[in-house]
């Protein structure tokens, strides 16, 4: 079993960026496909990014690709989320989530950290 705890949330103005990190427990941190979703206020949880368990391949949501980024240095267990140019309608709750299929089976992760609040005014 993996636990996350996600941090880095906050309040920014549209236009501005924010780094979300989620470190995780264990020594196994390499065998897990990571991956951030969110969920704003009235609408289900959303697929934003994930990444392999190396880190060489990454997927995207087409809302944020181009201006999120995803990452993880798998030496401080810990998985990244870079987001630039954020808008209004990015304000959720993030979540970071860990599984051990392949990063790209978005249905699949069963392991959630306990999100952190992203809030972009405008």
């Known amino acids: 079993q993996v636990q996350l705890v996600e941090s880095g949330g906050g309040l920014v103005q549209a236009g501005g960026s924010l780094r979300l990190s989620c470190a995780a427990s264990g020594r196994t941190f390499s065998t897990y496909s990571m991956g951030w979703f969110r969920r704003a206020p009235g609408n289900e949880r959303e697929f934003v990014s994930a990444i392999s368990q190396s880190g060489s391949s990454t997927y995207y949501a087409g809302s944020v690709k181009g201006r999120f980024t995803i990452s993880r240095d798998n030496a401080k267990n810990t998985v990244y989320l870079q987001m630039n140019s954020l808008k209004p309608e990015d304000t959720a709750v993030y979540y970071c989530?860990?599984?051990?299929?392949?990063?790209?089976?978005?249905?699949?992760?069963?392991?959630w950290g306990q999100g952190t609040q992203v809030t972009v005014s405008s």
């Open positions: 989530a860990a599984t051990g299929r392949a990063y790209y089976y978005t249905d699949e992760y069963n392991y």
